[in-house]
């Protein structure tokens, strides 16, 4: 492969075939000019972008280097942590993201992320990496990074493992969660504990509750005498899932059936037991 284009210091661009690539590595073009042949014992990651190679190209030439490097770095130990391997474009959307984030930081700019909660409580293990990186950028640039970051960081990352769906369908679905979760908290005059095992359960089920109704995909039925029980019984929860029910249907159209409002008040009758 021969460098047809320099991006930075630790990337080129090479023409393999008729297909152009993306090469980095740490100082791959240090002394280098075009036409030179790429040193293969510095090649670290080879993209193939297709759709978005000049969007990328224009990134690895204007950013500045250390944060390109830190990104990279984030993006490897999230493939390794979680075990997968995460969509192409996380090298655009998350690089773009940190070095913003890290220059916003540096401006004396606050970071706030009013869905954490529930971030925290979705994408677990996105999460903890999303903390890993913090730590690291708190390392490298001398700044102090606030957790409402990692929130950020754990978004993007959960959006690139494939077939996870896109950043604007997570952004949605969580934004919908921390409604519902917000009618429940008032309806019941409780502040709920994100750490506990049943708040977690019920954010689990609340996210696969609405990607079925957005991809219209069937619910499980129940059985209508375990939902009158439900209904009779835990009064109090059922009035609050009906509630998040009626706003979900006026605010965004979307309309759970009342077999899957008797297992969401299942969920809010184990956090009032607990709170209780």
């Keep these: 492969m021969k460098i047809s284009k320099i991006l930075n210091n630790n990337a080129v661009v090479v023409k393999d075939g008729k297909e152009e690539k993306i090469v980095m590595g740490p100082g791959i073009a240090f002394q280098k000019r075009k036409n030179d042949p790429v040193p293969q014992a510095k090649i670290e990651k080879v993209f193939v972008m297709r759709d978005e190679s000049e969007k990328f190209q224009e990134l690895l030439r204007t950013l500045p280097e250390e944060h390109i490097e830190i990104a990279e770095e984030v993006i490897s130990y999230a493939e390794e942590k979680l075990g997968v391997e995460l969509n192409q474009h996380i090298h655009i959307a998350l690089t773009d993201h940190m070095s913003f984030a890290i220059e916003r930081i540096e401006g004396g700019i606050d970071i706030q992320n009013k869905l954490l909660n529930e971030i925290r409580g979705l994408y677990q293990d996105e999460f903890q990496v999303g903390l890993w990186a913090v730590k690291r950028i708190e390392e490298r640039f001398g700044i102090n990074v606030p957790e409402d970051e990692a929130g950020y960081i754990a978004l993007h990352i959960h959006t690139a493992k494939m077939n ?19 009618i429940l908290q008032n309806e019941c005059d409780i502040m709920l504990e994100d750490h506990t095992i ?8 609340l996210r696969f509750a609405l990607q079925r109704v957005e991809r219209k995909e069937p619910f499980h039925d129940m059985d209508v005498e375990m939902l009158q029980m439900i209904k009779e019984k835990y009064s109090a929860a059922f009035r609050c899932a009906s509630k998040m029910a009626a706003f979900m249907k006026s605010e965004y159209a979307l309309i759970f059936p009342e077999s899957e409002l008797g297992y969401i008040s299942l969920h809010i009758q184990r956090i009032l037991t607990h709170h209780n």
Excluded: P
């Design 198 to 205: 049943s708040y977690q359960r019920l954010l689990t089920h």
């Design 164 to 182: 996870a769906g896109n950043m604007m369908e997570a952004l949605n679905i969580t934004t919908m969660i921390s409604e519902m979760i917000e």
